[in-house]
């Protein structure tokens, strides 16, 4: 790029000129003397955007990234709102931050800013797991909250997530009038950030305490835990919130031989020893998995750096290591908790569980079997929250989540909670393990009562303005000109989320999807395979999702299946991303 259009030298002048630091303005200079114009394109092209749950982007100057001010008028929206919507109340507001970068600063920013509204802020001392924030929110009567962290973004990024008084992220209709209030604000001066120090209050152990001694209210099989309470658990918070309240929770659970990756519990903003700290992916668990071979680990984990997240690996036939997914992880925890519940008797009356719409349907099958009502939501958690605090003294929700490595159990927290997810896929392990068997061995006993279901997705990144575009167009093709089969089994049904309709292709026929709009792409074919098309909403990326089903008669047969069911994928995925 040769030089700046002429919209965003104007908007840099702007910044130049306007209410901004001198280090903020030092640094636009240096990218115009360096005439790095592309940095300054990406950095000013557009505002960036507060969208459905918050803000996440790369840090930096200008409008399009994360710095002091772009979070300023995020959080001045939200308390013009929070006044709006409660007028004779005085607002609480829970606030915490992860180990990233800039988190604890941005952080301070935004308990300037509630603290200048008149609003009393419980600002967690430290760093502090999504999850438990969520908790905070309920516990302490707040009405709403933020948590500062890009999740599992490499580091060159930081976000913003907005809760509301359920202690789930925001929702319509409030996200929608947040952003209204947001988009009015045209300039820093419109910010108040002289801080009322009165209103701030520190938060910190107290909140631990309760958080963990009610989520042991989850566990199921204590007897097996302490039967099993040596189980030899590896754990990793990839440099993030996990590193001590994981720990903790095991130990409350009763487990006495959990090792932590010691190069990994360091906490630092910079995952120098990963290259994307996202349990997702195998590099990241690679100390994990070393640790765990050195010392014959029964379980493996590793969380992301807010601690919503959780991947995990396990001994497998083979007596290998195996990582396995987030459909995998679900299946396992939803099935564990309706079983052992029904087997001890104590289901309540009208069960529930939830799963996203890509998530596997291994889920359905077993709620099925046991009457437990399945509902579907769109991707985000946030759905999935919003739908228990909905059904809250209606129906009780057991066990749930995502693809995406998010889980909960019960209905303590209304986000993914990777810190109550480590504890039950550990007694999960101590449960199977007292019975003789390991959590692989249930992983086959599943498929080989409901069927072998396998997934696979794709991800595929296209950056800056040219690469919105693309997905954009790609989206576009797959509408105007949708498969006629994949993988060799003809397309019977398409979903059109953004346009709320089913279309059956057999008889032409069309009925409603009773969901809430989203650019979301589903094609079922004859032979049971799903493939979803859907772009990323955090991250520049359009994700392909892709589930294919087998039989699985014998144990013996799991490898040769397995292969057969790889292949399946690879020629889906080459039918569908072409």
């Not at 209103?199 to 209210?217: A, M, T």
């Not at 089913?502 to 999807?513: G, V, W, Y």
């Amino acid at each position: 790029m040769e030089s700046l259009s002429q919209d965003i030298q104007h908007k840099i002048d702007s910044w130049l000129h306007g209410p901004y630091d001198d280090a903020t303005k030092a640094k636009i200079r240096s990218l115009l003397d360096e005439q790095n114009f592309e940095e300054l394109t990406e950095s000013f092209y557009k505002n960036l955007e507060f969208g459905t749950g918050g803000l996440r982007g790369i840090m930096g100057v200008g409008s399009n990234r994360m710095n002091k001010y772009t979070i300023g008028i995020a959080t001045q929206g939200l308390c013009n709102y929070l006044k709006k919507t409660y007028p004779n109340e005085h607002i609480k507001f829970a606030l915490t931050h992860d180990n990233r970068n800039n988190s604890s600063v941005f952080a301070q920013v935004v308990a300037d800013v509630c603290s200048a509204n008149g609003i009393t802020v419980y600002f967690f001392e430290d760093l502090r797991p999504t999850p438990e924030l969520s908790f905070a929110i309920r516990h302490l009567g707040c009405q709403s909250g933020v948590m500062l962290t890009a999740s599992h973004n490499p580091k060159e990024y930081n976000g913003y997530k907005a809760y509301w008084s359920d202690g789930g992220q925001v929702i319509s209709p409030h996200d929608k009038n947040i952003i209204e209030e947001v988009n009015k604000i045209g300039s820093p001066d419109e910010v108040n950030f002289a801080a009322d120090p009165k209103l701030i209050h520190r938060i910190g152990k107290e909140v631990d305490d309760i958080y963990i001694e009610k989520l042991l209210d989850f566990s199921i099989e204590q007897a097996a835990v302490k039967s099993q309470h040596d189980l030899c658990i590896v754990y990793s918070p990839i440099h993030g919130t996990g590193v001590d309240i994981v720990p903790r929770t095991l130990k409350a659970w009763g487990f006495s031989n959990v090792n932590v990756v010691p190069e990994q519990a360091i906490v630092d903003g910079n995952f120098p020893t990963v290259i994307y700290p996202n349990p997702e992916e195998e590099e990241a668990m690679k100390m994990s998995l070393d640790l765990g071979r050195r010392l014959q680990a029964d379980i493996i984990m590793a969380t992301d750096p807010d601690a919503d997240r959780v991947g995990i690996a396990l001994r497998n036939h083979k007596n290998e290591y195996q990582l396995i997914n987030g459909n995998q992880t679900c299946s396992l925890i939803v099935h564990y908790v309706i079983t052992r519940l029904s087997a001890n008797q104590k289901l309540p009356q009208n069960p529930m569980v939830i799963k996203t719409i890509v998530t596997t349907d291994l889920i359905r099958q077993v709620a099925d079997k046991y009457n437990v009502q399945l509902y579907e939501t769109l991707t985000g958690f946030k759905h999935i929250g919003a739908l228990i605090t909905a059904k809250e003294g209606i129906e009780t929700f057991l066990a749930g989540g995502e693809e995406s490595y998010g889980y909960s159990v019960g209905d303590l927290v209304r986000d993914k909670d990777a810190v109550i997810s480590c504890a039950i896929i550990a007694e999960m392990s101590a449960f199977y393990k007292s019975l003789g068997k390991s959590l692989f061995d249930a992983l086959l006993d599943m498929y080989m009562e409901f069927g072998y279901y396998k997934e696979r997705l794709v991800s595929i990144t296209k950056k800056g303005i040219s690469g919105a575009e693309e997905i954009k167009s790609i989206m576009h093709n797959l509408r105007e000109n949708p498969p006629a089969s994949i993988g060799g089994s003809q397309v019977v049904e398409i979903r059109d989320y953004n346009t709320s309709t089913a279309t059956n292709l057999k008889n032409r026929s069309t009925s409603s999807i009773d969901l809430p709009k989203s650019n979301v792409l589903q094609f079922l074919t004859e032979d049971g395979t799903i493939v979803s098309a859907r772009p990323s909403g955090t991250e520049p990326k359009i994700k392909f999702y892709c589930s294919v089903k087998g039989t699985l008669n014998d144990r013996a047969f799991f490898d040769s299946v397995t292969i057969e069911l790889d292949k399946k994928l690879d020629k889906v995925m080459s039918d569908i991303v072409s």
